[in-house]
């Protein structure tokens, strides 16, 4: 590798941090140009290399025997740059980089679609193939990569074996048919495979086979939902961590999901503090303090039944809810979620217990015959971020409730898994993506997705 490549704003950065970064310093850097001007005498460049979330401002002046040259490079173009390292602590910027010279290495052509002025979130969209280049998708990319390296790095310390679930299905895990087909030229679907076939919703079936072998499981990749609900916390395309655990209920569960959470949260943190900064600033303000407050209160459980009570005596003293029929049984929306989880409990709550028809069919059965031993975590500000469950460990009880939907046909190795060696275990999903909102204050799911698939829009 040459030496030029190896050297990048990142790693200047973290030796300034560190106290190695010398005055005078010489430095080749490759990267763009983000903003130039230029008042005759002197010119600065606000250059990025990609390496790391804040420009390295470029500085020369009159003395220079390449002004000329230099103060032509145009706003977008990359570039190649030779200099010496200043330090500058009395600046906003700590250092800055002198030019001796500079090389275009890639010019801009004028109607470059990302310009110097703030663009709209729907306008950057449009041109999604650009937008990293913008402070603000930058910043959320950047998040993006370390909240996965965070949830690798959780599971892994903890001894979880990471299982690849098959992106290809037969099944419709969650039954709630949302399902994209997978056709083929080449014959009638159903006989390529002979099954049908269609792309997973969810990695959970697949992944209990492997937590009945290794005991402690995850899965995180794509899943893929057919909703045709066009709303901004709704895309087909998301990704989805789901860990399983063997020998374990949903007191067990809920522990894992608030030790997750809270470590992942915390990781990014801490090393994310330029991006977290500028989402505090520029997207949602206070999203800092709302995170911590996440990392540091006891996330509280409540009984659904219990919600369904204290909401309908919000609507006797006279909330006004869009959906005001409160009544055991219901599904709750997302105005009542938020409801409960701001209102009444003001931070983290799981809501366990649900009755089990609005439930999917695999949670365990309650004692009561009514309810299932399911947790949906809600926090304030958006809801519903995490689906768990005890799943059925008993054969007859799964059978019974499989036959009742229909969905046996095709599931009979999963019901089996109960025969064959079967134990108490529990798992839960976590939208990837809307974690990543949650983060980020990003308001649309659009925004947090490199290319994001949503009903009536696949342009890249
Ligand atoms: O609640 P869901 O449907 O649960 C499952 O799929 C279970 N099999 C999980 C498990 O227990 N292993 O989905 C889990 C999470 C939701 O809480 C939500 O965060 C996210 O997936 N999600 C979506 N995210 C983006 N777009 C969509 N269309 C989503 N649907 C669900
Ligand atoms: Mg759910």
Redesign the pocket.
């Known amino acids: 590798m040459s030496q030029e490549r190896e050297l990048t704003a990142r790693k200047l950065f973290f030796s300034f941090y560190d106290g190695k970064l010398n005055d005078n310093q010489e430095v080749t850097l490759e990267g763009w140009v983000k903003s130039h001007r230029n008042n005759g005498s002197v010119g600065f460049i606000e250059f990025n290399d990609g390496s790391y979330f804040k420009n390295i401002q470029l500085v020369y002046d009159k003395d220079n025997k390449n002004f000329e040259q230099i103060s032509k490079i145009k706003y977008g173009s990359s570039i190649q740059v030779k200099g010496l390292i200043k330090l500058t602590p009395e600046m906003k910027q700590p250092f800055e980089v002198h030019i001796d010279s500079a090389t275009v290495l890639g010019d801009c052509a004028e109607d470059y679609p990302l310009q110097k002025k703030k663009h709209s979130f729907e306008f950057l969209r449009d041109i999604a193939y650009l937008r990293p280049r913008a402070n603000t998708f930058n910043a959320v990319y950047r998040v993006r990569n370390t909240l996965a390296y965070a949830i690798h790095k959780f599971f892994q310390e903890r001894g979880f074996m990471y299982v690849h679930t098959p992106i290809i299905t037969a099944n419709d895990?969650?039954g709630?048919g949302q399902v994209f087909h997978v056709v083929n030229d080449f014959k009638h679907p159903d006989e390529f495979f002979n099954s049908s076939a269609c792309l997973t919703?969810?990695?959970?079936?697949h992944?209990e086979s492997f937590a009945l072998a290794f005991r402690d499981v995850y899965t995180f990749g794509p899943?893929f939902?057919a909703?045709n609900?066009n709303t901004n916390?709704?895309?087909?395309e998301?990704w989805?961590i789901?860990?399983?655990i063997a020998f374990a209920d949903l007191d067990d569960d809920m522990d894992l999901i608030e030790s997750f959470l809270k470590y992942i949260i915390k990781y990014v943190l801490d090393n994310c503090p330029e991006e977290m900064k500028f989402f505090d600033t520029f997207i949602d303000k206070g999203v800092i303090e709302k995170l911590n407050n996440v990392i540091n209160a006891p996330f509280v459980r409540m009984d659904y039944t219990k919600a369904i009570e204290l909401l309908e005596k919000a609507v006797k003293a006279g909330h006004k809810f869009e959906n005001n029929n409160i009544f055991w049984g219901m599904d709750l929306n997302s105005e009542h979620e938020r409801y409960v989880t701001e209102e009444i409990v003001k931070g983290p709550v799981f809501l366990i217990n649900y009755p089990k028809e609005i439930k999917?069919f695999?949670m365990k059965l309650n004692p009561d015959n009514k309810t299932v031993a399911a947790c949906?975590l809600l926090v304030p500000k958006e809801g519903?971020?995490?689906?768990?469950?005890q799943r059925e460990e008993d054969y007859s009880k799964l059978q019974a409730k499989m036959k009742e939907l229909g969905n046996e046909k095709g599931l009979e190795w999963y019901l089996n898994l109960r025969k064959y060696g079967g134990c108490i275990h529990s798992?839960?999903?976590?939208?990837?993506?809307?974690?990543l909102m949650y983060i980020t204050g990003m308001q649309n799911?659009r925004d947090v997705q490199p290319f994001p698939r949503c009903p009536g829009s696949l342009k890249y």
Do not use: C, K, N, W
Not at 201 to 205: D, E, R
């Open positions: 895990a969650e709630a919703v969810s990695g959970q079936l992944v899943t939902r909703e609900s916390r709704h895309a087909s998301f989805m789901e860990p399983e999917a695999y949906d519903e971020i995490v689906g768990g469950s798992g839960f999903g976590l939208g990837f993506d809307r974690l799911i």
